[in-house]
């Protein structure tokens, strides 16, 4: 058994999944340099709720953000997540804009891009797939992990093995709501590593409290690499912490190699922006701890959140409990989806409808209906004929590929926008954010002119360059 691999989560997904993706790149710069000397197996920093958070709340451009960090990051692999035909959005977009997003964030510095898609849909990853290897980039394929009747270890074993056939150069066992146990991420991974010969690293999220005990586990059984988060920002809905990692395998046959010393320096230098973000009331205590019911009803950390927030705003929060139990029969009646983005919205969303207007399906959103009509790809199991019927009616439910219904996008979209393109990422900008992009480009032409975004002449609605 070589040493265990670490992927640092600290620049993605561990400020995604405690301050809503808030950190900023300045704060990242200054503890670059100490980051890359460590000896990670890869830094993930890109992707995810990144791209949109970078421009909707920090103003700032994602692409600049990852010029920036491969300036400072010189040895170790940068690391990027990709909703497959998703990309960082909400929804399928066309191949050619697939195609020209993945060569630019490898073009940008990307090396290592894990492509995942909420139904397991191979069909929604082999784009991206393809374009990764085509651009140069390592193509990691990704099993969004989740229990049911139907998610059995030979299933995700099934699935890994057609992900290596596609040409995936290694495979992530994705837990995004830390649902994999100990025991069950053993069997797992053993299993998986006599059925496939290229890595399988794993990733899972501390909201349960397994998270990382199951890492533990997973390492005795074989799995090259695992996704921990440096400790001022690990623990609760993030990942489990890096260095306990590092203390706990020294001096076995699984040790890291990794410098306690070096990581404590990163993690004093986190440590003052947990307490900011604690003092502005970023970071809730709340998320910081275990919170069992990710166990009782497969439901992800941040979903948690989105359906106390949903509930709020109708003034329903006495129906908590009732929502928690209508996500599960929800989730069955809907193909048993995987609870990740945008799945995991999608069933939220309807369980809590269901519960607040006091008739199932009664008022059904777009999103189910797409669910339904197959638009989002194939569902682990097929829908009940019956669900189908309350929900669509006699609408014809697709079975091809979703993406194939989507004409080239990419030309129209250059010319939608020729007055704003500084670079050529800003059109791939535009066609994942439309909105959100324009109002950044004005506020960037603005910052240039050091005027006043509102004084933008509303017919041109640009400065002049």
Known sequence: MAKVKITETILRDAHQSLIATRMKTEEMIPILEKLDAVGYNSLEMWGGATFDASLRFLQEDPWERLRTIRKYVKNTKLQMLLRGQNLLGYKHYADDVVEEFVKKAVGNGIDIIRIFDALNDTRNLQKALEATKKAGGHAQATISYTISPVHTNDAFITLAKELEEMGADSICIKDMAGLLDPYGAYELVKKMKTQISIPIQLHTHATSGLGSMTYLKAIEAGVDVIDTAISPFSGGTSQPPTEPFVAA?????????????????????????????LESGLLDPKVMGVDINTLIYQV????????????????????YAEVLKEVPRVREELGYPPLVTPTSQIVGTQAVLNVVTGERYKMVTKEVKNLVKGMYGKTTVPIKEDIVKKIIGD????????????????????????QYIEQDEDVLTYALFPQVAIDFFKYRNAQRYQLDPTLLNEEDKVYPV
Not at 258 to 268: C, K, P, S, V, W
């Open 249 to 277: 395998l020294k001096g076995t046959k699984y040790d890291t190699g990794l410098d306690i010393n070096l990581l404590n320096d990163i993690a004093e230098h986190f440590k003052p922006v947990q307490e900011k973000s």
């Open 300 to 319: 992800p950390g941040g979903m948690l959140s989105n359906l106390v927030s949903q509930l709020k705003q109708q003034n329903a929060m006495d129906k």
């Open 395 to 418: 609408e014809e439910v697709i079975t091809c590929r979703p993406a194939d219904l989507i004409e080239p996008e990419l030309e129209s979209i250059k010319n939608e926008i020729k």
